[in-house]
C-alpha cells in the first residue's frame, strides 16, 4: 500500500477489505505501508499483520532498489501466495518483487488511468492482472492495457450511514449552524478540480435565481497535491455573489451528521471511477445527484434513485436541484429506492467482489 494516509476512496477501500477478509476468502492479509501515516494505525487496529518499509520518491533510485529488497526479504518470510498491490504505485514495487519470488501479481486501478508516469509505467509491468473499482473503471483500464481487468465494484459502510433517518433530526442543523427554515443542499468529498466544486457553486447560483432561500454546503478539507483549489473556489463563490450562502466547513469528522442535514445531495465529479459518498448518502435515503460518465451510473438509475447529469454541466445540475427541491414527494420516492439499492453496495459484498475476482484472474 503506497498511502499511509486516510485521503480517500482507495484507502477506505482496503479498511473495507480488512475488516471484512472472512468473506472474501483470502485465508490471512499481510499488509504493507510504503510510508506512514493514519491508515497504518487503523489497519493495525484490525487484528492483521501490518509493516512499514519507507520508499521515499520514485526518483530515488537506490531508495527504490532497496526497498525492493526489503519487500522481498518481508514477502518471503511471510509466505504469501499472491503480491496484491492496492493502487497503481505500488504495483511498481510490487510486480518486480513478485516476479523475483516466482508468485503471481495483481493490482487495484481505484482510479481511471491517466497520461501520467506512474500509470504508464504500472501498466508495461507483468501483472497476472487488475482490478478496477467499477466497471466503468474497468473499461477504461482494459482499453490501455494488456492484462485482463475484472471490476471488483467497491461498497460502503452502510453500518455507519443506514441507521441514520432520512428526514432529519429536528435539532442537528441547529448544532452544526445551519438555517432549520431553509433548504440546504451539499456535497462531501475533498476540495480538488475534478470534483467539480466549482461547478455545484455555478448550479447553485443558477438554483438561488427562483430560490433565493436555498443555502449549500461544502464538506470537505482541502489536498496536499492541489493546494490552489481552495483559494481558487472561494473567489469563484465570491464572483457568483453567493458569499455564506455556500457555505465550506472544511474536513469533518461527523460527516453523517452533515449528510443528515441536507435536503438534497450532490456529486460533481469528473469521470467519478465509483462514488463511495453517493452509497453513503442512498443509504441514508437522501434524494441524489450525480455525473456521468462514470462510476455513478451502475450505482443508480435516472429518475428512480436519483438523477443523473452531464459532470460539467452547471444548468442541468441546477435543473435537477430545482426538480428534488420543487417536487418532494419525487425526492422522497427517489430517496426510498435509494435505501434499497444501496444494499448491493455493502463492504461485505465487496469483500466478496474482490476474492471472486482474484481467484478469477489466478486460475
Not at 483470502?26 to 505501508?33: G, K, M, S, W
Not at 433517518?165 to 452544526?176: E, F, Y
Not at 454546503?217 to 496536499?224: L, N, P, S
Amino acid at each position: 500500500m503506497p498511502s499511509g494516509q486516510s485521503r480517500g476512496g482507495a484507502e477506505e477501500a482496503l479498511r473495507q477489505l480488512v475488516r471484512f477478509r472472512e468473506q472474501s476468502g483470502f485465508e490471512a492479509l499481510t499488509v504493507c505501508f510504503l510510508e506512514g501515516g493514519d491508515l497504518v494505525g487503523k489497519i493495525s487496529e484490525s487484528g492483521v499483520e501490518v509493516h512499514q518499509v519507507f520508499a521515499g520518491r520514485l526518483r530515488h533510485v537506490h531508495r527504490y532498489l532497496w526497498t525492493l529488497v526489503r519487500l522481498r526479504s518481508l514477502i518471503r518470510r511471510s509466505g504469501c501466495d499472491l503480491v496484491f498491490s492496492w493502487m497503481t504505485k505500488a504495483h511498481i514495487y510490487g510486480a518486480p518483487v513478485g516476479g523475483m519470488l516466482g508468485l503471481p501479481t495483481v493490482y487495484f486501478q481505484h482510479g481511471v488511468p491517466d497520461r501520467g508516469p506512474v500509470d504508464f509505467l504500472c501498466r508495461l509491468l507483468p501483472a497476472s492482472g487488475a482490478l478496477a473499482c467499477s466497471q466503468y473503471a474497468a473499461g477504461c483500464q482494459q482499453a490501455v492495457t494488456r492484462v485482463p481487468v475484472l471490476a471488483a465494484t467497491v461498497g460502503a459502510d452502510l453500518d455507519r450511514f443506514q441507521g441514520r433517518p432520512a428526514q432529519r433530526d429536528p435539532g442537528v442543523r441547529q448544532r452544526l449552524g445551519l438555517p432549520e427554515d431553509r433548504p440546504v443542499v451539499g456535497m462531501v468529498g475533498r476540495l480538488q478540480r475534478w470534483k467539480g466544486m466549482h461547478v455545484f457553486a455555478e448550479a447553485l447560483a443558477e438554483v438561488r435565481r427562483t430560490r433565493p432561500e436555498v443555502t449549500g454546503v461544502i464538506v470537505g478539507g482541502g489536498h496536499d497535491l492541489e493546494p490552489d483549489y481552495e483559494p481558487f473556489l472561494r473567489r469563484r463563490i465570491g464572483e457568483l455573489g453567493l458569499g455564506e450562502d455556500l457555505r465550506l466547513v472544511g474536513k469533518q469528522d461527523n460527516v453523517p451528521e452533515w449528510m443528515e442535514a441536507f435536503d438534497v445531495f450532490v456529486h460533481a465529479s469528473e469521470r467519478e471511477p465509483f462514488g463511495i459518498v453517493v452509497v453513503e448518502a442512498m443509504a441514508m435515503g437522501k434524494p441524489v445527484i450525480a455525473t456521468v460518465p462514470g462510476g455513478p451510473q451502475e450505482i443508480l438509475r435516472d429518475g428512480v434513485e436519483g438523477l443523473l447529469v452531464p459532470w460539467s454541466d452547471g444548468e442541468a445540475m441546477s435543473r435537477a436541484i430545482l426538480r428534488f427541491l420543487d417536487e418532494p414527494l419525487f425526492a422522497l420516492a427517489c430517496g426510498a429506492e435509494a435505501q434499497k439499492r444501496a444494499q448491493d453496495f455493502s463492504a461485505q459484498r465487496y469483500a466478496e467482489r474482490v476474492g471472486e475476482a482474484v481467484r478469477q484472474l489466478l486460475s
